[in-house]
C-alpha cells in the first residue's frame, strides 16, 4: 500500500478556460475552506485569437491571474498554489509561469523534478491525447502505435515567436508519445501525487456525451497502474461526473479524481491527502 504522509487538506479544480466567475467562486471557497494547498490542472486560461492568439493568455495571466493570485495570498499567506498547463494553453504560459515561481506567487508542477510540499511529492503533466481542438502544444500521441490524425492545427513557435500551422501527421509523429513521455519520469518519492490534465482510460472519469467509448488516456491509465501514486487529479474531460455519476475511482491503490467543470458553476473537490478517498468533498454532487 501507499506510503501516506501527515493531515494536509488540499482543492484542486481544472478547465477555467479564463473565467473570471469560476475564479471568483474559488476565491470565495478558499476564503471558507482555507485548504493548505490549490491545485490547478490547466486549461485556467483564454484560448485567445488570430492573430496573435499566445497575447490573449499572456495579457490575462499578467493582469486578471495575478490579480486573483494576489488576493488568494492576502486572504491566507499561508496558502500554497501549485498549476499544470493543459492542451488548451499556449507553450508560451510556461514562461509566464516560472516568472510567478520566482515571485514566490506559485509553484508550477514538472514531471521530472518532484515539488515536496508538507511531506507529498508532487509532479505534474500537462500532455493529452489527441484532440479535435486547434491548440497543439500540449497534444501528443497516446501510444506510439496509434495512427495520427490529419487535422492541422496551431503550435507556438519559439524562434518566430507567433503560432504556426501545424499538419497533423507530420506534427504528432515528430513527437514522443505520452507513454514514451510518462516512462521517462524518474521514480518518486512516496507519498506523491500525480498531477495530470488527461484522466485515465476507462475510470469512469473520461467521458463524453454521444461517444459511446472512454476517450481517456491509456498511457495514463498504464503509468498509474506501474507507479501507483497516492491519487492522481484530473481535468480535461468536463462533463464526465455529469455523464457517469463518477468524480472518482481507484486504479489498484492509487485514488482517482476529475471533478469536471461547467460553464456556470464551479466543479472543485476538497480532501485530506492523508486519506483522499474518505474525505472527498465535491462543490455540487455533495
Known amino acids: 500500500m501507499e506510503k501516506t504522509g501527515a493531515s494536509m487538506r488540499i482543492c484542486f479544480t481544472s478547465d477555467f478556460h479564463g473565467s473570471e466567475a469560476h475564479y471568483a467562486h474559488l ?6 475552506e482555507r485548504p493548505a494547498l490549490v491545485i490547478l490542472g490547466g486549461d485556467m486560461f483564454p484560448d485567445g485569437r488570430e492573430p496573435d492568439p499566445a497575447d490573449a493568455q499572456r495579457a490575462f495571466m499578467r493582469t486578471t491571474f495575478r490579480d486573483v493570485l494576489a488576493t488568494w495570498h492576502r486572504n491566507d499567506p499561508a496558502l500554497q498554489v501549485a498549476c499544470i498547463t493543459g492542451n488548451h494553453d499556449w507553450l508560451t504560459t510556461q514562461d509566464e509561469l516560472r ?16 515539488w515536496n510540499c508538507n511531506g507529498y511529492n508532487l509532479i505534474g503533466f500537462p500532455h493529452t491525447p489527441p484532440t479535435p481542438f486547434w491548440l497543439k502544444d500540449f497534444e501528443r500521441l497516446d501510444l506510439p502505435a496509434d495512427p495520427p490524425p490529419t487535422d492541422s492545427g ?15 501527421q507530420a506534427h504528432f509523429t515528430q513527437q ?3 507513454s514514451e513521455l510518462l516512462a521517462g519520469i524518474p521514480e518518486i518519492e512516496p507519498p506523491w501525487v500525480f ?3 488527461a484522466p485515465p482510460h476507462d475510470t469512469g472519469l473520461d467521458r463524453l456525451p454521444d461517444i459511446d467509448e472512454p476517450v481517456g488516456s491509456r498511457a495514463v491509465r498504464g ?7 497516492l491519487c492522481s487529479l484530473h481535468g480535461h474531460i468536463h462533463e464526465s461526473p455529469g455523464i457517469t455519476g463518477r468524480i472518482h475511482n481507484h486504479i489498484g491503490q492509487t485514488v482517482c479524481i476529475n471533478p469536471g467543470q461547467h460553464p456556470d458553476r464551479l466543479h472543485a473537490v476538497l480532501l485530506d491527502l492523508q486519506d ?3 474525505t472527498l468533498v465535491h462543490t455540487v454532487y455533495d
Not at 476565491?27 to 471558507?32: D, I, V
Not at 515571485?103 to 518532484?114: D, N
Not at 496551431?154 to 497533423?168: L, Y
Request: include cysteine; hydrophobic fraction near 40%.
Open 223 to 229: 503509468f498509474i497502474e506501474q507507479r501507483q501514486p
Open 99 to 114: 516568472a510567478f515561481q520566482d515571485q514566490g506567487l506559485l509553484r508550477w508542477l514538472e514531471p521530472q523534478t518532484p
Open 195 to 197: 498531477v495530470c490534465h
Open 27 to 32: 476565491t470565495e471557497l478558499l476564503h471558507a
Open 176 to 178: 514522443a508519445s505520452l
Open 276 to 278: 483522499p478517498a474518505g
Open 154 to 168: 496551431r503550435t507556438w513557435s519559439i524562434e518566430e515567436g507567433r503560432a504556426v500551422i501545424v499538419e497533423g
